[in-house]
């Protein structure tokens, strides 16, 4: 679990930097550019978390079981449940709304042999992991 301080800014000021990081994230640029920007900001857990995250958006919206959410992505059933009731309760209807645009297509396919090549499986250990995200390249 990330640690976040307890000695949060004032909101007006938490909103200022909100809102300049999403015009960072959201201006023009090459992917790579977007990438890398993302890659420098966030942590490796981070990174994870927060593409498991949308991960899970993303497969839920498709109509993927949870059982295929949980062995896709080595996550808890108690995970995709918090983010299932929180799409249920309209948190996260932008994204739904992006993804349910696309149609069960080659994009899937392409995304679950993405995501399996880099969630490490459970019996893998950090060093083992370490050698195959160099491998990717990632």
């Known amino acids: 679990m990330p640690h976040v301080s307890r000695h949060t800014p004032v909101r007006k000021v938490s909103d200022k930097i909100f809102e300049l990081l999403v015009e960072c994230v959201t201006t023009k640029g090459s992917t790579n550019e977007r990438q890398t920007f993302f890659v420098d900001l966030l942590t490796p857990t981070e990174r994870i978390m927060f593409s498991k995250r949308f991960a899970i958006i993303y497969m839920l919206a498709k109509g993927y079981s ?14 995709i449940a918090r983010i299932w009731v929180a799409i249920q ?46 491998r990717l390249g990632l």
């Open 66 to 79: 949870f059982d295929t959410i949980q062995d896709t992505l080595r996550v808890s059933p108690s995970t």
């Open 89 to 134: 309760k309209g948190k996260y209807t932008d994204i739904v709304g992006r993804v349910q645009k696309h149609s069960k297509n080659k994009e899937d396919l392409n995304l679950f042999q993405w995501l399996s090549d880099i969630v490490p499986p459970m019996n893998m250990s950090k060093k083992q992991y370490a050698a195959r995200m160099r």
